[in-house]
């Protein structure tokens, strides 16, 4: 099965808080982990990606968190801030070969001031 | 910074009509996609492209759909006959080595 589960669907919260999240993949041959960011009417950029070799990638006030035997991994954002008011959606695929990217349904985040 | 560019920005035919999506992905990428995303939903993966021929294709890509890198910086997606439901974002995606960056889209509009 080739699903990526992604949830909240929605998510509100405050201005310096720490959004969170969740992604669940079912294809154990997956072994590369992105997660892009989406503005209205803009395409999919690239935020952080994690291959399963590590438990967590930081870059900036962007963090994945891995977790290989449960095939989950998150996303926390630090310091959250209005501009970050975007689509976020988890992604995965074998990175090894040319295979498409398999994403999650997405989740709207809002950063209230 | 390379980024992916793809053009037209939008897109309005009628059903039935042929229309190509053209993309210039990044100079030194090897690999390059298709993707749709219907308004609201997901991004959807289309078909992957490497060293000059189809590398892996989904359900969504079927006879209608076919792509081509005509030269050494386009790479076009043809829809042979549009559908109502082919209106959406197409997306163009190129990779170096596990990354794929995203151009800003076409929207297609079918009517």
């Known amino acids: ?113 | 910074e390379p980024e992916v560019t793809q053009t037209p920005s939008h897109q309005v035919t009628q059903m039935g009509q042929e229309v190509i999506l053209r993309c210039v992905p990044i100079s030194n990428h090897l690999y390059f996609y298709w993707y749709r995303q219907i308004l609201g939903q997901k991004v959807e993966f289309l078909v992957s492209f490497y060293n000059n021929e189809i590398s892996e294709k989904s359900e969504i890509f079927d006879d209608q759909f076919s792509v081509e890198r005509p030269d050494g910086s386009n790479f076009t997606l043809k829809i042979r006959s549009t559908k109502l439901e082919d209106s959406a974002m197409y997306f163009c995606a190129s990779r170096g080595h596990y990354e794929q960056y995203f151009g800003p889209g076409t929207r297609l509009t079918v009517t």
């Open chain 1, 1 to 113: 099965q080739q699903q990526v589960k992604q949830s909240p669907q929605s998510l509100i919260v405050q201005k310096g808080g720490i959004p969170i999240i969740n992604c669940a993949y079912e294809n154990t041959a997956f072994d590369y982990f992105p997660w892009y960011q989406q503005f209205p009417g803009k395409g999919p950029a690239l935020l952080i990606a994690i291959r399963p070799d590590v438990s967590e990638k930081k870059e900036g006030r962007f963090t994945i968190s891995f977790n290989k035997s449960a095939k989950q991994f998150s996303l926390h954002i630090m310091d959250s801030q209005p501009g970050d008011s975007a689509t976020y959606f988890c992604a995965a695929s074998r990175g090894g070969g040319a295979d498409g990217l398999t994403f999650g349904k997405g989740t709207h985040l809002i950063i209230q001031p």
